[in-house]
């Protein structure tokens, strides 16, 4: 063990770890702090969930396939790893609902399904006129008043807005983020603001109406998401270009954690080596975490926690095979309907960059929280599932080019109602069992990109005070 410098592991090169790496490093050099790291990824590449395939012209991501721009820690860190150029909005254009075999525009003004103008609710048809009566019912109706008790998204805005409006709308768009039961995952943890909205202004749909009227108009018409020209594993390798080369380990799976009387910790790696730390930061799933720290029982509330597994199936095709082309950026699924696809983005409308002139990309889910078989079936089982689909409802002809099929198992955290408290908890007994160890990632505190560099960005001040 090096006398002089403090040792830091990240044990995981997801977005979260290479976050903490980037910036540890940056300070370091900036403020020369007695600081060395190790980042340990268990496979062959970083990145973790984001990955990114190139195949004749294609651009075709197999995880995340954006981030949202409002949300600015993503394109930050974008920039100041020299890929501020390569930054783009997606092209706008309309989503749809599908309901019951049949494609409805989301309509206009609805911010995450919540109407904020009149016009485009009442006018469309994917609700009944007595759904459209409920959900107008949020305007007379008071607040609830346990104030900071947590609940399901499902059970918030059924209360508001009616169950037609949930089922119908609210569901299927903020399962599409979290591939979760709306009905179980938790409004604190997922979106507190919607909550907050009640407390102020009581009524959701004037309360989004009125935050959405401060929202500058910069007479941009572009899209809410960013993402890179060469894909989002572009982000990650020009992480990767920029970290000395003999910090980071890939093929190194650390398999125990042990604390040592002087406050230093053992890694003990697969090849068979220990390595001693003075910091540990986790960013690995919380399944992963929750094994590596199990004899100290301080993960104990995270015990329960589930996780979804989805599988992304891309498709490429002539643009001419698909014969009912409608203009905008993809559907999502009501879960009430009889479909295996959960989600679909015209990806080649939403990123141009992502298929050559006069060819469709076609990116769909498969899995959802609680029907997940489908995600382990054959290949051929999840084309010709896929393929009903697509030719029921945009009516696709024909076999694709060429498929890629990306299974992602457990690895959509659900944030169950309690989540925040579960968080705590385990922060807490992590932090006084094992003071130099932190949790952090996308089982946390969010899981989108920007999220997770949030958490990672946080970590980094923490260490660096720690030295300063
Ligand atoms: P991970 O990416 O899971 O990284 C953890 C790393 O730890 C992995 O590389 C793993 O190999 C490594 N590891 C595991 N065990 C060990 C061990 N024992 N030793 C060493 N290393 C280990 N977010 C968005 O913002 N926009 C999107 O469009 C979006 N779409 C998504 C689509 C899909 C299909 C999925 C799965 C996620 C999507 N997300 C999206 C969420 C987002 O991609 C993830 O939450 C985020 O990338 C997770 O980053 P992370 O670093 O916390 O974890």
């Not at 970083?46 to 993503?74: C, H, M």
């Not at 569901?171 to 009640?198: C, N, R, W």
Request: charged fraction near 25%; include cysteine.
């Amino acid at each position: 063990m090096n006398g002089e410098k403090k040792r830091v592991a990240i044990i995981g090169g997801g977005i979260t770890g290479l976050t903490v790496a980037f910036y540890l490093q940056k300070e370091m050099e900036a403020k020369g702090l007695p600081i060395e790291y190790k980042l340990y990824e268990s496979s062959e590449r970083l990145g973790g969930k984001i990955q990114t395939d190139y195949t004749d012209g294609f651009v075709i991501e197999k995880g995340p396939d954006s981030f949202l721009e409002r949300k600015q820690s993503a394109a930050r860190l974008a920039k100041a790893v020299g890929l501020e150029k390569e930054l783009l909005n997606n092209d706008t254009g309309q989503a749809y609902i599908l309901k019951e075999k049949k494609l409805f525009p989301v309509p206009g003004g609805s911010v995450m399904g919540i109407p904020t103008e009149l016009t485009p609710f009442a006018t469309t048809t994917l609700f009944s006129p007595i759904g459209k009566v409920r959900a107008a019912a949020d305007l007379i109706l008071p607040r609830r008043s346990n104030a900071t008790e947590d609940q399901s998204l499902g059970t918030f805005f059924r209360h508001r807005l009616g169950d037609e409006v949930v089922d119908y709308l609210i569901e299927p768009l903020l399962s599409g983020i979290y591939a979760g039961d709306i009905d179980k995952l938790s409004l604190m943890a997922t979106f507190p603001q919607f909550h907050q909205v009640e407390q102020k202004y009581r009524s959701l749909i004037l309360g989004m109406k009125k935050g959405k009227t401060k929202q500058p108009n910069t007479g941009k018409k572009a899209g809410m998401f960013l993402s890179l020209k060469g894909g989002l594993q572009s982000l990650v390798d020009a992480i990767e270009y920029h970290l000395k080369t003999d910090a980071v380990e890939k093929n190194t799976s650390v398999q125990h954690l042990k604390k040592n009387d002087n406050d230093t910790y053992d890694l003990q790696l697969a090849d068979g080596r220990t390595e001693t730390f003075d910091y540990v930061v986790l960013t690995t799933p919380h399944q992963v975490s929750l094994s590596l720290l199990s004899q100290y029982n301080v993960m104990d509330s995270f015990e329960d926690m589930p996780s979804t597994s989805v599988a992304t199936v891309a498709m490429a095709f002539p643009e001419s095979a698909i014969k009912e082309d409608l203009d905008g950026t993809g559907f999502v699924v009501s879960k009430k309907g009889d479909y295996d696809i959960t989600a679909c983005t015209w990806t080649h409308k939403k990123w141009r960059h992502t298929a050559p002139e006069g060819y469709a990309l076609l990116r769909c889910y498969v899995g959802r929280f609680g029907d997940e078989a489908i995600v382990f079936e054959q290949d051929d089982e999840i084309v010709k599932k896929v393929l009903r689909d697509l030719t029921s409802i945009i009516k696709v002809e024909g076999e694709p080019l060429f498929y890629q099929i990306t299974r992602w198992e457990n690895a959509m955290p659900q944030y169950i109602v309690g989540h925040k408290e579960r968080v705590e908890k385990a922060k807490k007994a992590v932090q006084e069992t094992l003071p130099g160890v932190v949790i952090t990632g996308a089982s946390y505190e969010g899981l989108g990109i920007p999220d997770c560099i949030d958490q990672g960005e946080a970590v980094v001040r923490d260490l660096v005070a720690r030295f300063t």
